[in-house]
């Protein structure tokens, strides 16, 4: 167990829907950020909160939107899904911001979209 | 972040050390090198980092060059759940961690 949790594990979902998926970082930590991993792609940043706020996006939809909460967790919107939008998707959290500092990622959650 | 190159594969034998080397010769002072692996569809997993001097724990050793454009990832005594994607992060600071295509290691009996 990382320490970071995702939810839900599994989500299968038909096209047009909307998701949301969920993520908890490791106690102490501030930063969360979200990657996607399509079947055989690598791991495409999408986006980094640091303690609710935006600090980066990367290759992020604009029909993907996320939020860091006061208690640290962050969600991930996902809307109007294409079948392309099946993916794994990874949270990741670190203690604060600098290279310095390595992430911890959870076990991700697998979307399927049909 | 200055850009790295792996090589897309590699085998190695049950019980022997592995080395995974990573090129990244466009590398900056502040920049730290970052090892990471994923196992299957896993979320990757932290193994080691390191700025100038070679480092050391329980997974894994980082042998830095003196003119830090390359580094290798040993892991002394390969088993077969070291199977896996292993990347190679070059990151500086703020920046956000980037993954590229990584190596595959295969671990045979």
């Known amino acids: 167990d990382s320490g970071v949790t995702q939810t839900p594990k599994h989500l299968i979902t038909a096209t047009g829907q909307r998701v949301t998926l969920r993520c908890s970082p490791r106690s102490g930590d501030l930063s969360v950020y979200w990657y996607q991993q399509s079947l055989d792609q690598g791991l495409q940043f999408l986006i980094h909160y640091y303690n609710g706020e935006e600090r980066a996006k990367g290759n992020i939809l604009e029909r993907f939107s996320a939020q860091q909460f006061p208690d640290l967790h962050s969600e991930l919107n996902l809307s109007s899904l294409e079948l392309g939008d099946s993916a794994l998707y990874f949270c990741a959290s670190s203690v604060a911001l600098g290279s310095m500092y390595g992430y911890t990622f959870g076990s991700g959650t697998r979307l399927t979209v049909v | 972040d200055a850009k790295t190159t792996q090589p897309t594969s590699m085998d190695c034998a049950e019980g022997r050390a592995a080395n995974l080397p990573c090129n990244h010769s466009?590398?900056?002072?502040?920049?730290?090198v970052y090892w990471y692996r994923q196992i299957h569809s896993q979320g990757p997993q932290y193994i080691i980092h390191g700025l100038k001097n070679n480092e050391t724990n329980e997974m894994a050793s980082l042998i830095i060059t003196e003119d830090r454009k390359s580094s290798t990832l040993i892991l002394p005594h390969a088993t077969l759940r070291d199977t896996a994607v292993y990347y190679c992060?070059?990151?500086?600071?703020?920046?956000?961690?980037?993954f590229g295509a990584g190596t595959r290691l295969t671990v045979k009996p």
């Open positions: 992060i070059v990151r500086g600071e703020n920046n956000d961690m980037r």
């Open positions: 466009t590398i900056s002072g502040n920049e730290y």
